[in-house]
């Protein structure tokens, strides 16, 4: 039974991580976090609401500097998500083509809605950061595959042999971005008719909207995710990794409406978001493992992995405690491991949704340890939190440490009797 199901989970898992448009957003994703990252930080120092501090920002120009940064890096999320999921999934795809990410930002930008002023036609913001990212990662995966078909029926100018690389790849992109091109402009036409006005609009009305009550800013949601991202990784496989992928960018763009509402000094509109899971979820859990080991465990092995693993710990990486405890194939730790983490963010959840602590800004801190990406988050009643929620966890995964480590130190003395004899 347990290896039929494994199989049946593997098998499901191994099929979504081998489909190419998922691996496209999982490597672009992930390159687009520094500048997330940067604009976090830009955003939090920009917001610190202290009086001669935001005189200092003013008199000095330094506030406007920094809203900038905000500007060139969170407020075009939804750029950066279009040119860096096509340029990665035409890599996976195999396309020569080294100009896909740029036409990807042109047609993106042709698509985006624009406000016509006394001096012309202008961009806004909003739809270039947080609420176009469903739309950017949508039109990524569009405009490569678009683009692969125009290239496989050989569409395209072709110049004499001998011909330099960048002038072929410069010609040999025209005319596959002016069908793209083409077809966006149709579709920017089309929308004008329609009660949404432009496709950005629409999808964020119909898509995006739903998507981030149904998925990012739901709790029950999140923990469901958490609980099937732990199962999996029971079985060895990595499940964050997985449920990250696709629920990350909806996450990201909570973050990103939380960084600007804190830089506005304006209300922040979410609880959820990335910042809040990491904080609350990866940032506690292992440091509790680690912890409770330490703490309860008396077989050698389990006090050695133990230590080894402490201080890596609390930067966020899990492999010394799922694969070196073992937490993998174990059923006796496999379920605190699955169920407290959730247990915890929701117990975060409520008490930050009754105001009893402060919301996270947004800041993305990956790999920061807690207390200190709490105090980055806004305030140190999210440290205070962090650290009672550290206790709690320990307490609860001490039975189930103690009860693994007694089957250890059991073990332990079956060898030690048979080297004995």
């Known amino acids: 039974m347990k290896d039929t199901l494994l ?47 935001q005189s200092f920002l003013t008199s000095t120009g330094l506030g406007t500097a920094l809203q900038w940064v ?5 407020n075009i999320m939804g750029i950066l998500f279009v040119y860096f999921i096509a340029k990665s999934y035409a890599e996976i795809l195999n396309l020569e083509e080294k100009n896909i990410g740029i036409i990807s930002i042109a047609i993106y930008l042709i698509l985006c809605p624009s406000v016509m002023t006394e001096t012309g036609s202008l961009l806004s913001f909003d739809y270039l950061g947080s609420k176009g990212v469903i739309m950017g990662i949508i039109l ?86 958490n609980v099937v991202a732990q199962y999996l990784w029971v079985f060895g496989i990595h499940g964050s990794s997985i449920i990250d992928t696709l629920r990350g960018p909806i996450m990201f763009g909570l973050d990103g409406a939380q960084q600007a509402a804190y830089a506005a000094n304006l209300p922040l509109p979410n609880i959820m978001g990335m910042a809040f899971s990491y904080m609350y979820y990866t940032a506690i859990m292992y440091p509790a493992v680690a912890i409770a080991v330490c703490c309860f465990a008396k077989s050698k092995r389990m006090k050695m992995v133990g230590k080894m693993a402490l201080p890596a710990s609390f930067f966020g990486i899990s492999e010394p405690l799922v694969f070196g405890l073992p937490i993998v194939f174990n059923p006796i730790l496999a379920i605190p491991f699955i169920f407290i983490p ?50 709690l966890s320990v307490i609860m995964w001490m039975p189930f440490i103690k009860f693994a480590d007694k089957k250890a130190l059991e073990e332990e003395k079956i060898g030690e009797l048979k080297s004995h004899e």
């Open 140 to 225: 990524a995966i569009v405009v490569v595959r678009i683009y692969q078909y125009i290239l496989s029926k050989n569409v395209k100018i072709k110049l004499p042999e001998g011909t330099p690389e960048y002038v072929s790849n410069s010609f040999g992109a025209i005319i596959p971005f002016i069908i793209l091109a083409i077809i966006a402009l149709i579709i920017r036409m089309v929308f004008i008719y329609t009660p949404y006005n432009t496709i950005f609009e629409s999808f964020y009305a119909l898509l995006q909207i739903p998507l981030n009550a149904i998925v990012g800013e739901n709790i029950f949601s999140q923990l469901v995710l």
């Open 70 to 74: 905000t500007n060139c890096t969170t």
């Open 342 to 391: 959730s247990i915890v963010m929701g117990i975060a959840y409520l008490i930050t949704s009754l105001g009893l602590v402060a919301t996270p800004i947004g800041v993305q801190v990956f790999n920061i340890p807690l207390a200190i990406n709490g105090i980055l988050n806004g305030s140190w009643t999210i440290a205070i939190l962090q650290i009672l929620l550290l206790i």
């Open 7 to 53: 199989n049946k989970i593997s098998n499901f898992t191994a099929k979504l991580t081998q489909l190419k448009w998922i691996q496209g957003i999982s490597r672009g994703g992930m390159q687009v976090m520094p500048f997330i990252m940067v604009g976090s930080f830009a955003s939090l120092f920009a917001g610190l609401q202290f009086e001669s501090y």
